[in-house]
């Protein structure tokens, strides 16, 4: 394991356009994701777990949710100087404006990289579900004398048009990198993946600094778009990192070994939920060995008063009455479940009550909501459509406070 001093930059101020009306109030990090996490916690809990602990958490759209929580569940003690999560917001310290794209987000705080002076800078997205063992990466970048290394896995050839596009050769090294390919360049040995950056990079402190500074005097913003392919066409060693080699402890035979969702839509988040639900599940949150941390939320368990629950998980503080029915749902804390209800395939955020004969079939339900008694939602995507956002793939949102609010009139 290497002993080199790093901080680590993560990036959190995406405006999550593709998870509306989940980001209309917060932004993508701060959305609630399992039975009682933020999407935020992931990537937070992976650096914690491999020992990088002095972390800024730059943040930007609609962030008041994502502060309250990184308040509430990211604060480690005071006393121990080098480790913290530290929120940025934008403060305009170089320039005028507000972070211009993740490079920019990194340049506006390069006095945080002066005064920390550390030998390396990993600079990690907030966007995904999964765990990684960074060290192993940090270790790889070492034994390659990298200047900068790439996380990345194969992705679908078809679904590679939305991510950083890689060429490299058996080493690792990189010899072509492009951001969000028209036409992305299928990996030797396997014509239907792309090989796709996982938009996670460890640098070298001296080459970051002078590859922002470079970009900055080009008037250029974004790692993918510009940071990386001039580091690249200035000969920089750059590396990939392939995530298939990352071992995590703990994992189940079960499980997925490399598992990593990118839940930027509504279908994809909702299916990702599928991955930790079932006996087996494809992703088990309960990993003693690397844990995923949250908020450490103080309320008793969830009290079950009779009906029927299968295959579904319940939040701290959550009352299911007599004569439910839950089937593949998630029920997230102090939501009551009223009688004779019907949940088939739902996630059910906090604060929510749902009234007495409803059924509701694929549907998120967001935070601080009331469902009237016989509301049926999920059964006529038409009906649906009419009140809510109804996803591509048929998943119907209903978005934070919103029926409440309409119930209240
Ligand atoms: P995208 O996810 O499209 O591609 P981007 O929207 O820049 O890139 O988001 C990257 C991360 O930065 C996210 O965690 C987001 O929340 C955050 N972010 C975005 N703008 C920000 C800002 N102004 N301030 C602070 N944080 C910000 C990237 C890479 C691709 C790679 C994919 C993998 O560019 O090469 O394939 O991630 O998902």
């Given at each position: 394991?290497?002993?080199d ?8 101020g995406?405006?999550?356009s593709?998870l ?6 917060r ?15 992931f ?7 491999s ?14 949710s994502l ?13 121990l ?6 929120v ?18 990194v ?5 945080l990289?002066?005064e ?23 270790d ?7 200047d ?15 991510f ?5 050769d ?8 492009q ?14 993946c792309a ?21 900055q005097?080009?008037g ?13 066409a200035?000969?920089?060693r ?7 080699t990352?071992?995590?402890p ?11 969702r990118d ?56 009352v299911?009455h007599?004569?439910s ?8 804390r ?8 019907e ?5 059910i955020?906090?604060y ?6 409803s ?6 339900v ?5 469902i009237d ?10 009906a ?7 996803s ?18």
């Amino acid at each position: 394991m290497s002993a080199d001093r790093i901080i680590a930059f993560v990036m959190a101020g995406g405006q999550g356009s593709r998870l509306q009306p989940l980001t209309s109030a917060r932004s993508k990090p701060s959305v609630p994701f399992g039975s009682r996490y933020r999407i935020v916690d992931f990537v937070l809990s992976n650096l914690i777990n491999s020992q990088i602990r002095t972390i800024y958490l730059l943040v930007q759209y609609k962030s008041q949710s994502l502060i309250e929580h990184v308040r509430k569940a990211w604060t480690i003690s005071p006393l121990l100087q080098d480790q913290f999560v530290t929120v940025v917001p934008p403060q305009m310290r170089s320039g005028s404006s507000w972070f211009q794209g993740t490079a920019d987000a990194v340049q506006q705080n390069i006095n945080l990289l002066e005064e920390h002076a550390p030998d390396l800078v990993v600079v990690f997205g907030a966007d995904h579900i999964y765990r990684m063992d960074i060290r192993q990466m940090v270790d790889f970048h070492r034994e390659r004398e990298a200047d900068v290394t790439i996380a990345a896995l194969p992705v679908p050839l078809e679904d590679a048009k939305g991510f950083g596009v890689i060429v490299a050769d058996e080493t690792g090294r990189i010899s072509a990198f492009q951001e969000k390919p028209a036409d992305p360049r299928p990996m030797p040995g396997n014509p239907n993946c792309a090989f796709a950056s996982m938009g996670n990079y460890v640098f070298d402190t001296k080459v970051l600094l002078n590859a922002l500074h470079d970009s900055q005097q080009a008037g250029e913003t974004d790692f993918g778009q510009h940071v990386l392919p001039r580091l690249l066409a200035s000969e920089k060693r750059l590396f990939s990192y392939d995530f298939a080699t990352n071992e995590i402890p703990g994992i189940k035979p079960y499980e997925t070994q490399v598992y990593w969702r990118d839940v930027g839509g509504i279908d994809a988040y909702f299916s990702a939920h599928k991955d930790v639900l079932g006996a087996e599940p494809v992703f088990d949150a309960f990993n003693p060995e690397w844990p995923i941390y949250s908020s450490n939320y103080q309320g008793p368990v969830a009290r079950v008063l009779g009906g029927q629950v299968t295959n579904s998980l319940l939040g701290a503080a959550t009352v299911i009455h007599d004569n439910s029915r839950l089937s593949n749902s998630i029920i997230r804390r102090e939501t009551v479940i009223e009688e004779d209800v019907e949940l088939e395939d739902c996630i059910i955020m906090d604060y929510v009550r749902i009234c007495r004969g409803s059924r509701l079939r694929r549907v998120i339900v967001d935070r601080h909501n009331i469902i009237d008694p016989g509301t049926i939602i999920g059964h006529d995507p038409d009906a649906d459509r009419q009140r809510f956002h109804v996803s591509p793939g048929g998943v119907t949102v209903v978005p934070s406070g919103l029926v409440g609010f309409f119930a209240r009139d």
